[in-house]
């Protein structure tokens, strides 16, 4: 069983561009949270989704930022116009069911020149 | 502000001996999960702790939760190079997020 995958791994960006996350879940699990970690500091939650559905945003900034997780494919985090404040690593995490353990991928290292 | 705050921030040790780091947190919590995060890398999942439980094991590892001071150790008994990585206390509040706290970074030395 393959674990949580994220893709690119290493994105590189100029301000202005956009970003795109990808992330695929661990097969079977069908909630996926976002989260972003900034050097030498702790995840901080972005997003919580389920198939085809937002449930808490509440993490995430109101601007440029935005995800989605459709029904066949892969979720995305997509970040526009991005900046260097932006620079992080963002990790996507899986898990089957609401209140059980969730499971990181690797990870996106975005860096905006 | 961050719901898991660790401690010690940094703790070195040397091979063989056992590592406690501790986690304090602030609000009624379902759950308690540690992670280990490699630097530059992912975070794997170590232990997941329910508010009904006040003690798991696993391999090496010991985890405490204390619902009422609102805390949790883990232990890693007889330490290993390569057990040297930050580890993550995350508390789930609405079953949603993990809050995080800002880790403490293990140095395991031969």
């Known amino acids: 069983n393959a674990g949580v995958m994220q893709n690119p791994r290493h994105l590189v960006r100029r301000r202005g561009q956009e970003a795109r996350l990808r992330c695929s879940p661990m097969?079977?699990?069908?909630?996926v949270y976002w989260y972003r970690q900034l050097p030498e500091e702790g995840l901080k939650f972005m997003v919580y989704?389920?198939?085809?559905?937002?449930?808490?945003e509440s993490g995430m900034p109101k601007e440029r930022f935005s995800a989605e997780f459709p029904k066949e494919g892969p979720s995305i985090l997509r970040i526009q116009q991005v900046v260097r404040g932006d620079s992080a690593a963002y990790f996507c995490?899986?898990?089957?069911?609401?209140?059980?353990?969730?499971?990181f991928g690797p990870g996106t290292r975005l860096l905006v020149l | 502000s961050q719901q898991g705050e660790e401690d010690p921030q940094a703790l070195s040790i040397q091979e063989g001996e056992n590592a406690t780091m501790n986690c304090s947190y602030k609000?009624?919590?379902?759950?308690l999960q540690w992670y280990r995060q490699n630097s530059g890398r992912g975070l794997v999942h170590l232990i997941l702790?329910?508010?009904?439980?006040r003690e798991k094991h696993s391999g090496r590892l010991r985890v405490t939760l204390d619902t009422s001071k609102k805390s949790s150790s883990l232990l890693i008994t007889a330490s290993r190079a390569a057990d040297t990585a930050s580890y993550f206390c995350?508390?789930?509040?609405?079953?949603?997020?993990?809050?995080f706290g800002k880790g403490t970074t293990l140095s395991v030395s031969s």
């Open positions: 609000t009624s919590i379902n759950n």
């Open positions: 702790i329910r508010s009904n439980e």
């Open positions: 995350a508390t789930d509040q609405a079953g949603t997020a993990l809050i």
């Open positions: 995490a899986s898990s089957p069911d609401l209140q059980e353990t969730q499971y």
């Open positions: 989704l389920q198939k085809e559905n937002i449930i808490d």
């Open positions: 097969k079977g699990h069908s909630h």
